[in-house]
Each structure stands twice: as structure tokens, then as C-alpha cells.
């Protein structure tokens, strides 16, 4: 029998942070064509299999990472000449993009967190995330916006999250990422946050839980949070 004088606690619903790219929108096709044509400039041709060891990571370390692989050295012009150019092949890309882009289940969970009052945080590397949520026409959903222009370091290092649980108020441990990386995943334990490993892949299964895909998550499954 309930007590009509006792009221039940009940918990508030945590904060959410969101990755980009592989969680909202699938970008890493295009990153993956620019990188690749890159590559091919210094006579490297990149593998699915590396390109995702690039997922989360700067576009400064993708490179440096890629002329490892290639077994290539250049001065720093060449190498600011060829980050140029690869945001500009991804840009004309990602210009292409529509509200159709967004992955199943996204905007259903962004909508939740909208009505019932949810603080949103979008926490990504790319230089490039507002453009890319203009242009899928969401950009109204998220509270704040913490992207590779914010930060300093990258994933797997926490300041990206943790920039975000800031701009949000909210302290690390009420935060829950959305991550589709390995190094996503390292950055928000090391933040203190609840991770969600979105894709599931071997490499995010470290996550405090996994789902394949995000219209799998259940607003029950929310609420248990």
C-alpha cells in the first residue's frame, strides 16, 4: 500500500554528451575518402583497419599517424598544406549532407532529452561539428557545444567531456557519453562519466554498456540511468 504522505524520490535524469561522428551522423565514410586521398599523395594507401585507429582523434595526429605509417617526413608547411587540403575535401563532402543522414534513433532519444528536460552537450573532435549540425538542421537540441576548436588536447584525454559537463553544469559523474571510439570511450571513464558504446565494435566494449546501434536504446533503458 503507498503512503499518500510519502513522496517518492524520484531521481533526475542524467546529462548527455554525444560524440559526432559514428554516434549522430555517419562521417567517417568522408573522412575516410579524404584521408585516403591523402594518403595517396605521400604513396600510402589506407586501410579500413587504420583509418578506424582515427576515429576521435585530431586531424593534426590522423596526419602524423598516417606519414608514420607511410614511413614519410615533412617539414611543417607540407604538413599544414595537406590539412588544408583534406578539410576542404571532407567540407564539400559533409555540404552534401541532408536531415536524412542522421543514424536511426538519434533524433527519437534528442527528443526525449528535450521534453523532459535533459541537458545536451555535443563533445567531438572536428573542427567542423556546428557546420555539421546546421546543416542536419539539429542544432537547436544541444545546450552546448564543445568541439576540436574548444579544446587543446584530444581523446583519448577527457578535457572534451569534461569541457562539456562544464558548459552543462553538471558534475562528470551525472554525465552519460554516447561513443562509437575506443579512445571516445578512454576519454570519458577518465572523465568520471557513464559510457555508452555505440556500433558495437570490439573496440568499445570496454563501455559501461554497448548497443549496435542507437535506436536500440529504450527510454526504459534511459530512465534505469
Not at 576521435?56 to 595537406?82: F, N, T
Not at 532519444?109 to 555535443?122: G, K, R, S, T
Request: some cysteine.
Amino acid at each position: 500500500m503507498v503512503n499518500p504522505n510519502h513522496k517518492l524520490e524520484i531521481k533526475p535524469l542524467k546529462a548527455f554528451i554525444f560524440d559526432l561522428d559514428g554516434v549522430i551522423v555517419d562521417t567517417a565514410k568522408y573522412h575516410f575518402t579524404a584521408w585516403k586521398r591523402i594518403g595517396e599523395k605521400v604513396g600510402f594507401t589506407l586501410s579500413h583497419e587504420q583509418n578506424e585507429s582515427l576515429k576521435g582523434v585530431s586531424r593534426v595526429e590522423s596526419l602524423e599517424r598516417i606519414l608514420g605509417w607511410a614511413g614519410v617526413q615533412l617539414s611543417a608547411e607540407e604538413k599544414e598544406a595537406l590539412l588544408i587540403e583534406k578539410n576542404e575535401d571532407y567540407l564539400q563532402q559533409i555540404d552534401a549532407m541532408g536531415r536524412e543522414e542522421i543514424l536511426p534513433g538519434v533524433l527519437e532519444l534528442l527528443q526525449f532529452a528535450q521534453e523532459n528536460n535533459i541537458p545536451v552537450a555535443l563533445g567531438s573532435a572536428s573542427k567542423n561539428a556546428t557546420r555539421i549540425l546546421e546543416k542536419l538542421n539539429i542544432t537547436s537540441y544541444f545546450n552546448a557545444i564543445v568541439d576540436g576548436n574548444h579544446v587543446s588536447k584530444s581523446k583519448p584525454d577527457p578535457e572534451v567531456f569534461l569541457k562539456g559537463a562544464e558548459l552543462l553544469q553538471q558534475a562528470p559523474e551525472n554525465c552519460v557519453v554516447f561513443e562509437d571510439a575506443a579512445a571516445g570511450i578512454a576519454a570519458a571513464k577518465a572523465a568520471g562519466m557513464t559510457t555508452i558504446g555505440m556500433g558495437g565494435a570490439d573496440e568499445v566494449k570496454t563501455a559501461d554498456h554497448c548497443f549496435d546501434a542507437m535506436d536500440q536504446i529504450t527510454t526504459a533503458f534511459i530512465r534505469s540511468l
